[in-house]
């Protein structure tokens, strides 16, 4: 690269214009992007040919489909793995890097004090720690799996210092080499974003203080569809004894972070086989965080999708095996309100006692900044989190938090040992070892078997407490955790299917208390409604029902709502009321009902909370009340007064102004498609224009946070997560595959064909198939590489 360019692309990293740049370098914007295209285009790997690899001990080979999706053969599970990190190297490298950096509380370094909020978490909650602590455990062979995956990635890297990614030449560095540790920090970091979220515990207690103890706090805290739960009664045995409930519903802000996966027997299927269906639901992006794969080796021939980094196949199925994954939102970290000692500070409560806290003293590295110096103080419950919260959440008082992700876990084992699964029961034998983040399975296997299983250790509280806990309290201290086989399981339900959505796990009388905050049921009932309309499903069912959009949400409050509106002698009120009173209840992107509705709920959740809350607290609270608006617009009893018809017609006014000013005067023009599209942005898109070269989506996208075709929204109404994958498996495929669709593409290289080349399959609904039979992977292969032992 020559220094013009090597000038150029810093400058845009630096987040200075293209009107600017093309003005200094005397360039039209035609010369620039041709330029700009030339940058990219010439840092994609060449995906053919023959490379030699000193680590191998045979010939891996990497062929690639017509979406350049890897298909790696090798004849050693090392070389399998080896090849595997090479692949995603060759795709993801700089996503790697900017993984592990954030997992590991390095990311100011290169892009700067945006960075530094990252870092303070990874370094606070000790991300780097444990994962060190973790891998020192690990079986011999899983970190072989992890060495070789590490070489892998290695040999790529060393392959491509002269022609790294361009985010690199944006940033102005290069990566140094990639260890196991970075893959199992990586982990350790996803497992915190799974499982963390303060927020969920911290509303709450503001919620309490401001509203204090009794029926309105429970209405406000309590979320939707609360008796749709995963395992029904009658599949366990009743024994309950005290008076801890199992969990609730809640309000949760981050709706959308979740996920769909249904399993149907082989009675239901059209093909009398069972079949699997899942879709992670999360940022959607110009990269996604999922890496589709085939491997296949010696122990296993499984396809699907890895989390980037991390070698194993987290959603997927191998010849005889297929399984789906969501967030099951059992609570496995508490906040606790601490007493400090004012005569000593730094000596906390507990019981009878001052017990002193440990402190430590961390300087991230700040590119263009001198160093910032953070000092983390480590009380007996853990990390004082103070500075992790939101503005609005923090108190006077000082809060730690108790994590079940600090202490030994192993999932990775558990992947690779799932992969080579041979049936449910194995299947489910492979996770007994399952620590964090607690998630729902569904299985089905080639003998004909179904079933799900909650895998995830859950801590057992005496005390059940949505809030802030005493520390000092060894009452709300745990006391053991619920043991793996006494988690809620399904074995062949005698409904024919099973199915979960991070809704509600169990009944109220489930023999252990499962402390679930989990989002509300409208897609589990959604996906039961469809699952007992028809009698048998075929692969093409499963599709159209992971493309659902009908909100149950809708389907609850229209009547209630249309009735209030139609009260109103405001005209355009009653225009609003009169597409409501029409609109189907579904978010599609032709429906101007869905516009009307989802922006007056938005105005009219953030009315309720602005009568008790203020300032900033206002979103916070709004986000997470969405069960108690739908109760005072249905009119039901409760511990708040329902709203009078002022409340209703203003959030409406709001709501049509919105409109107004976005889509013009005409409502028969509000489709939900012109404001509700897909943002595909990338990492580095809050730099200047680098935005407008690096992001792709902006197409009209149905769905919305709850509807099973999730595409939850930002305040500006993008599309901003979501099911960014989705899969379905036939056992009854022969030879055996998996079809599968990712809402990007399988490339991070901006300049490839693959960069976000799978979303209008997606929009459509439309999967590819992922051949588990090697003949067919190589007879299919668009590009073939191979690696060889030289």
Known sequence: MNKKD????????????????????????AE????????????VPSMEGTRTASDLSGKVEIARDEWGVPHILAETDDDLFFGYGYATAQDRLWQLD?????????LSEVIGPSGIEIDTVSHTIGLECTAQENLARFPEKTKRRLQAYTDGINAFMEESRSNLPIEFALLGYEPHEWTPLDSVATWQEFRWYL????????????AKRTLGEGALLDDFITGEAEDESIVPKGSYSPSRTGEVPVGEVVGDPDEGIGSNNWVVSGSKSTSGAPMVASDPHIAFGAGSCWYEVHLSGPEMNVAGAGYVGVPGVVFGRNETLAWGVTNNICSQRDIYREQEDPDRPGYFRFGDEWRPAKQETVEIAVKGEDARTITITRTHNGPIVDELLP????TTDKVSARWLGTGFGDEITCMLDLAAAGNC???????????VPTWSYVFGDVEGHIGYQAVGRIPIREQWNREYRPG???????????????LPALSDPAEGYARSANNRTAPEDYPYPLSGTWSSGHRALRIRQMLEEQEQFSREDFARMQTDTLSMRAVEVLPSLVETLKRSSDPRVLEAAGFLDEWNGRMDVDEVGASIFELFFAEFTTAVAAERFSGGEVPLVAGAISGYAVRLLNNAEFGGSPPGNETVVTSMLRAIDILTERLGPDMSEWRWGRIHKIALNHLLSDRGDLSDLLKRGGQPVGGNGITVSNTGFDPNYLASIGANWRHNADLADDPPGLWAVDATGQSGHPGSPHYGDQLTEWLAGRHHYLPLDSKRARAQAAHTLTLTSG
Do not use: M, N, V
Not at 32 to 43: G, I
Not at 430 to 435: K, S
């Open 32 to 43: 620039f992007d041709e330029w700009w295209t030339a940058q990219t285009t010439s840092r």
């Open 98 to 106: 900017y993984y592990r950096r954030k997992a590991r509380g390095r």
């Open 195 to 206: 499982t963390g979220r303060l927020p969920i515990i911290a509303i709450p207690d503001l």
């Open 425 to 435: 029961d194995e299947a489910k034998e492979a996770l007994r070892d399952w620590i």
């Open 472 to 486: 000092w309290d060894p009452a709300h201290q745990w006391s053991g955790l619920i043991p793996y086989d006494a």
């Open 391 to 394: 503005e609005p959440l923090r």
């Open 6 to 29: 090597k000038d150029l692309l810093l400058r845009l990293g630096a987040g200075d214009s293209i009107k600017a740049i093309c003005d200094d370098a005397g360039l039209t914007r």
